[in-house]
């Protein structure tokens, strides 16, 4: 199974806008922005991930935050940088310090889970700022998206749905791609063949 057959539908970002009236081309003040209209309080999305973002336990996002392993200078910052957001950030979850790359990812790394949009939108700017010479991959955790398997899920959540700081590095994807074809092959009603 490549990655190019998975299925690449997407809702209409409009979704419940469907009868609102049209926007204007008003400018504010600054004679560039546009005036947008009114609504009654914030969009929920401040206050809860949207879906199918995962609320549970294993949070809506994962930020692996790679070095590579043999320069001596990046291993020593992002040590440092692990050891910091800890400090910084005690309430995320952070995970070991890897000297080797594992899974997916072709370098050493840590991750950090955020459970919140407001724990999402003070670490990331945060990270923006003190990530120093390291490449940052953040990426959405979904759940009960109909028509894809969760394995299915993971290989776009690492790539479609990914969000990069600093150079872009290439996944291992294959092993996204094989765990979505074991899932896909034992799933019911499966020949059990890819």
Not at 8 to 36: C, H, I, M, Q, T
Not at 104 to 111: D, L, Q, R, S, Y
Request: aromatic residues 10%; glycine residues 8%.
């Amino acid at each position: 199974m490549s990655y190019k057959s998975l299925p690449r539908s997407y809702p209409s970002p409009l979704k419940g806008f469907e009868d609102a009236e049209p926007l204007s081309d008003e400018k504010n003040a600054d004679g560039k922005s546009l005036v947008n209209p009114s609504r009654d309080g914030l969009s929920g999305a401040y206050e809860t991930f949207v879906d199918p973002l995962d609320k549970s336990r294993r949070g809506g996002f994962d930020i692996h935050v790679y070095h590579f392993q043999r320069n001596k200078e990046q291993a020593r910052y992002a040590r440092e940088l692990w050891e910091r957001i800890r400090r910084e950030f005690p309430e995320l979850r952070i995970y070991r310090f890897w000297d080797a790359p594992v899974g997916p990812h072709p370098v050493a790394m840590f991750e950090v889970n955020v459970f919140t949009p407001a724990q999402f939108g003070a670490f990331v700017p945060w990270l923006a700022v003190h990530r120093g010479p390291l490449s940052v991959l953040v990426h959405p955790n979904t759940v009960g998206e109909e028509g894809i398997t969760p394995a299915e899920a993971e290989l776009r959540n690492h790539t479609d749905r990914a969000i990069w700081m600093g150079e872009r590095l290439p996944l291992d994807v294959d092993v996204l791609k094989g765990a979505a074809a074991t899932a896909a092959a034992a799933a019911p009603g499966s020949s059990g063949t890819s």
